[in-house]
């Protein structure tokens, strides 16, 4: 024990020692309130952004506004080094630097350095070579065509490691999995201000897609999961196909957590095995709402999956609002052929108490829903109903059976808080007389929505709705749900929810054969929640193109982007009305 106290005694005496020293050798002197670094670059503008970026002055320099004087010339005498250092990986190999410390009357210190970078050095050769059996491929052949160095280039270290990933990467991504460099160099000639490179790069042999394999309890049948490969045995292996498929998987909303893992290769084939965590299989979502259309509202969403293990989902939504109350589900057989097909079968019941109708709708629904791509997408269906309507005094009890087509194409940028976009809705539907119907009808609507960024952080929407109807029998024959009525959130502004629309002889709106309504709105985001907005609103249900009023509203709203979707609150006037009145519309969700 006292052999260890002498020990430890022995050592802090040595490093007090040194501090002392230390002390005595580098005093603090001069007092200043900043301490400033002056970099100038000889004609190079681009070098003089590169050591603006990689030459600073330490914090020790500077303690409390103390400018250690005798650090700060060490520091200075380090400067060509460092800035030699700084500009060979750019090509500069015998930079020159002269540097001093001036002190203005404010005892301000600022280190002036001027650099000279000399003559860079040049590419005089570069020599790419590709060998084994992926030598000739077109894709390869690309890459070492569009290598960032080439002859008289100056020499970018930079671009070199970049040339050199981009071309073994390309390898890689193309099945050549063994890629490697026999050969990598850079062989500079300081003297003569020359470089030259040389890269030799073996493709090795060309791997393919072996047996994939699912691991998720055996839960979903094997077929259905194959769908959402990318990829498919004896194809060649690509990463990127593989990140695909795992997109393909996530975009299902079925799995919480995919591995997709690559094996090790047997001979040329590399199998892969998927594991999958399933997402709960029973959900149900609550909802709580308000909207000037609807009123207060309360819903209940609910999902199950994987019925019978046959991938086949429930879904369904329970609404009671004060306008509109509905009953709605979802049988879903997914396409086993096709992953982004699949027939729905529907039922439910319908009510709607408007200003103008009242309607109950019971009826049942098949669909066959395909995508064609990302964007555009289409169905085909049969709807078959009883619908009781109350519009005008009048009552209607009519049984049809609707067949038609649908389509939609949307391109947006962001669905919850969209800044550029376009969505197209298209839907064609007609019933006959004589076959489970009590009236004739064909009937065409549609919706174009434009919107479009413009200057000063705003956005400008434009929408354009319209539809049409060729019937036989008198209109009071169709139910409701198939007239055309105008006002609204999403229509007429000012005036309320299918409130617009011809009338009858006691000044009842009864709804029309024929619509049109257009909109445009200013939208300005003023911060990261918050924007307003300015709009008018045009439009009406009729029923002759020869003769037809327009009502018009205009107003200014409120914005607040939430993670739900945008949260409106507009006030809407009335144009060229009798009654000019101020209405409020509050709604939430996509605007679209």
């Not at 709106?509 to 609103?537: C, M, P, Q, R, T």
Request: glycine share 8%; proline share 3%; with cysteine.
């Amino acid at each position: 024990t006292y052999v260890s106290l002498i020990a430890g005694f022995s050592i802090f005496m040595r490093h007090f020692l040194v501090i002392f020293c230390f002390l005595l050798l580098f005093p603090v002197s001069g007092s200043a309130d900043s301490l400033r670094l002056d970099l100038q670059v000889a004609g190079n503008k681009e070098l003089q952004e590169i050591l603006e970026t990689a030459i600073s002055l330490p914090a020790v320099l500077i303690d409390k506004s103390q400018v250690h004087i005798r650090w700060l010339k060490h520091y200075q005498s380090q400067l060509p080094e460092l800035i030699r250092d700084a500009l060979q990986p750019y090509g500069y190999f015998d930079s020159q630097t002269k540097s001093r410390i001036d002190q203005d009357d404010s005892k301000e210190y600022t280190l002036r350095v001027k650099i000279n970078p000399g003559e860079p050095l040049l590419i005089t050769r570069v020599e790419l070579e590709l060998t084994g059996p992926g030598d000739s491929a077109p894709q390869l052949r690309d890459l070492v065509s569009a290598f960032p160095l080439q002859v008289n280039d100056v020499l970018r270290q930079d671009f070199y490691e970049e040339g050199k990933v981009a071309l073994k990467q390309g390898a890689v991504n193309l099945g050549y999995l063994d890629a490697n460099f026999q050969q990598h160099q850079i062989r500079v000639h300081r003297e003569k201000h020359q470089a030259e490179i040389v890269l030799h790069l073996d493709t090795g042999v060309l791997y393919h897609f072996g047996e994939t394999t699912f691991k998720d309890e055996g839960q979903y049948p094997d077929r259905f999961l194959r769908r959402f490969m990318a990829h498919c045995k004896d194809g060649v292996f690509s990463y990127h196909k593989l990140g695909q498929t795992r997109i393909n998987l996530l975009n299902t909303d079925l799995f919480r957590n995919i591995r997709i893992c690559p094996q090790a290769a047997k001979g040329e084939l590399v199998p892969v095995r998927i594991n999958l965590k399933l997402v709960p299989r029973y959900r149900l979502r609550p909802g709580i709402g308000f909207g000037t259309d609807t009123g207060a509202r309360v819903s209940f969403d609910y999902r199950v999956l994987n019925l019978f293990k046959k991938a086949h989902e429930l879904q369904g939504k329970l609404l009671f609002a004060e306008r509109e109350q509905s009953l709605l589900t979802t049988y879903i057989i997914p396409d086993l052929r096709r992953r982004d097909s699949r027939f729905l079968l529907g039922g439910g019941f319908e009510r709607e108490d408007t200003d103008s109708f009242l309607s109950r709708e019971f009826y049942t629904e098949a669909e066959y829903q395909r995508s064609f791509n990302q964007k555009l997408s289409g169905s085909v269906f049969m709807h078959l109903s009883q619908e009781y309507s109350l519009i005008g005094g009048d009552e209607t009890n009519a049984q049809m059976l609707l067949s038609g087509v649908r389509f939609s194409w949307i391109d947006i940028d962001d669905f919850l808080h969209s800044r550029q976009g376009t969505q197209i809705k298209f839907e064609f539907q007609g019933a006959e007389e004589t076959f489970l119907s009590d009236t004739s009808f064909v009937q065409l609507s549609g919706q174009v929505t434009q919107l479009l960024p413009v200057p000063w952080e705003s956005s400008l929407l434009l929408r354009l709705k319209g539809g049409t109807t060729w019937h036989s029998d008198p209109l009071h024959n169709i139910p409701a749900s198939l007239r055309f009525f105008a006002g609204g959130d999403h229509s007429v502004r000012g005036y309320a929810y299918k409130s617009l629309g011809p009338e009858n002889e006691d000044g009842d709106v009864v709804g029309g054969k024929h619509l049109l309504v257009a909109n445009i709105e200013l939208e300005k985001h003023l911060y990261s929640n918050w924007g307003v907005a300015v709009f008018y609103d045009i439009g009406n249900a009729f029923n002759d193109f020869a003769d037809y009023d327009l009502a018009q509203g205009a107003g200014l709203g409120v914005r607040y982007y939430s993670l739900i979707g945008t949260i409106r609150f507009d006030v809407a006037r009335r144009i060229d009305s009798e009654k000019n009145k101020i209405r409020l519309h509050l709604g939430v969700g996509v605007g679209w």
